[in-house]
């Protein structure tokens, strides 16, 4: 989205997601360097909202994007939380040490997210279902941490359940 041309592909292409009955997904980050005005990007939690405490932004977005059924917000090193209908879970981070460099943490942690919702849907969820997802993520991007690299470090599925 740093760019016009990027904006209208992926605006034409979340349209076409949407026609064909799509689940859309969306995972900001905010690379300052990349834009010409942070005006411009406004797309993480505390940018977008001007709210540093997770349930206040998270309220906002709700307000402003009334139709989203899941909200996800990471709080980095302290955890995550997770917004559903009336629902609202925190999990702490997963803190065990070692951490070596943090990249590949947040796309970890939105791939773990996204892996629920495809095996588990989003009709019907309760607090419980909402915090498995959230360990499993946190734990996962925590492993993603301890390794050197980003594609290379992501975790299996086993490797996450054993630290679990």
Not at 81 to 87: L, N, Q
Request: glycine share 10%.
């Amino acid at each position: 989205m740093t760019h016009e041309g990027v904006r209208r592909a992926t605006r034409h292409a979340v349209g076409c997601a949407r026609m064909g009955g799509a689940l859309v997904s969306f995972d900001p980050n905010l690379r300052p360097p990349l834009w010409e005005s942070l005006e411009e990007a406004r797309d993480e939690l505390e940018f977008m909202t001007g709210e540093t405490d997770l349930d206040k932004g998270a309220a906002a977005l709700r307000r402003q994007y009334p139709n989203i059924r899941l909200f996800n917000v990471t709080a980095g090193p302290e955890g995550s939380g997770s917004y559903y209908e009336d629902k609202r879970v925190f999990v702490p981070a997963c803190k065990l040490g070692g951490t070596i460099e943090t990249t590949g943490a947040g796309d970890t942690f939105c791939a773990c997210v996204l892996n629920f919702v495809l095996e588990h849907g989003l009709d019907g969820l309760a607090e419980e279902d909402l915090t498995a997802m959230l360990r499993f993520a946190n734990t996962a991007a925590y492993l993603v941490t301890t390794r050197k690299g980003a594609i290379r470090s992501m975790p299996e599925r086993e490797q996450v359940e054993a630290l679990l």
